[in-house]
């Protein structure tokens, strides 16, 4: 029994660390990626052609009935502020099968474990397995939705700058906004893109830059395009809104910024409780409980 204390112990520890050493590792990997798109500046817009294949199977996916619950739980908004460009149906029907698949198969390997024919700690990973498979749609979707919302939030202040300076020098705003976003990384830059191809099909720019501001799903966002909106129909200067907008956002940006740094000790009291406690109690109190067991 404390030999195998001893060993969930130890491996959850090991298990920690290595958490630990990608977390760091993703951060680095994330901010060379970031330094690198600033300094080269090539984003590729145009889509890849995609075959008949996958037309074909949005529109078997229509067909296909799910439960009101399961639109609710993940809704459009947050599917499309996730960076999924093809039909949100398609990824419902994708969540909604695997979460049938997965019970299926727990059922079955519950049956299994009843009749004899597992034993209880297969069963567990087996069950185990099929819960991360069975979350995995969600668990990417909410990863993407939080990354692009992130990303946004760290490059709209620097758009704002370059599109400010670009109207200080003499363009009007809408061909500022075109060369500005003609380069512009993130997904911020590839939302005013789209905005703009609408705009060339005829779609108010208004109503194009509330509809990129609705798929970001960012307050800020949103905040950016009412403002322009208003110094529009007003007749103020766009530039110092757009100026005062830029300055709205950084210090809304350094405050969640001091928020985060205020509440990291909070954060730390979990890790240390569960990760560096347990470490300290296998270094401490391990020995002399095998010893005092082999003198017994």
């Given amino acids: 029994m404390w030999a195998w204390l001893f060993a969930l112990t130890l491996s959850g520890s090991v298990l920690a660390v290595l958490w630990g050493l990608c977390k760091a590792f993703e951060v680095r990997w994330l901010a060379r990626r970031r330094w690198l798109a600033t300094l080269q500046a090539e984003v590729d817009t145009e889509e890849?052609?995609?075959g008949p294949w996958i037309e074909r199977l949005e529109r078997w996916a229509r067909?296909?009935?799910?439960?009101?619950?399961?639109?609710?739980?993940?809704?459009?908004?947050?599917?499309?502020?996730g960076g999924w460009s093809r039909d949100p149906h398609l990824l419902w029907v994708w969540i909604w099968w695997n979460l049938q698949f997965g019970l299926v198969l727990m059922g079955l390997?519950?049956?299994?474990?009843?009749?004899?024919?597992?034993?209880?700690?297969?069963?567990?990973?087996?069950?185990?397995?099929?819960?991360?498979?069975?979350?995995?749609?969600?668990?990417?979707?909410?990863?993407?939705?939080?990354h692009r919302r992130r990303m946004v939030l760290r490059t709209l202040p620097d758009f704002l700058d370059l599109l400010t300076?670009?109207?200080e020098a003499g363009l009007g705003f809408e061909p500022a906004l075109r060369y500005v976003a003609q380069d512009f990384p993130g997904p911020w830059g590839e939302e005013v893109r789209r905005a703009l191809q609408r705009?060339?099909?005829?779609?108010?720019?208004?109503?194009?830059?509330?509809?990129?501001?609705?798929?970001?799903?960012?307050?800020?966002a949103r905040s950016f395009v009412e403002a322009v909106h208003l110094a529009q129909r007003l007749g103020s200067p766009m530039s110092r809104t757009l100026r005062i907008q830029s300055r709205l956002l950084r210090m809304r940006r350094k405050q969640q910024a001091q928020i985060a740094a205020y509440t990291a000790p909070v954060?730390?009291?979990?890790?240390?409780?569960?990760?560096?406690?347990?470490?300290?109690l296998l270094i401490y109190l391990i020995p002399p409980v095998l010893f005092f067991l082999a003198l017994r």
């Fill in 48 to 50: 890849k052609p995609e």
């Fill in 267 to 280: 954060r730390l009291v979990p890790a240390l409780v569960f990760f560096f406690l347990p470490g300290l």
């Fill in 199 to 220: 705009m060339d099909l005829g779609l108010p720019r208004t109503q194009a830059l509330r509809e990129a501001a609705l798929r970001v799903n960012v307050d800020e």
């Fill in 63 to 81: 067909k296909v009935p799910v439960p009101h619950w399961l639109l609710s739980w993940v809704p459009e908004r947050q599917i499309v502020a």
């Fill in 109 to 146: 390997t519950l049956v299994a474990w009843a009749g004899g024919r597992l034993s209880f700690g297969v069963s567990l990973l087996l069950w185990l397995g099929i819960g991360a498979w069975m979350g995995f749609p969600v668990v990417w979707l909410h990863r993407r939705y939080r």
């Fill in 165 to 167: 300076l670009t109207v």
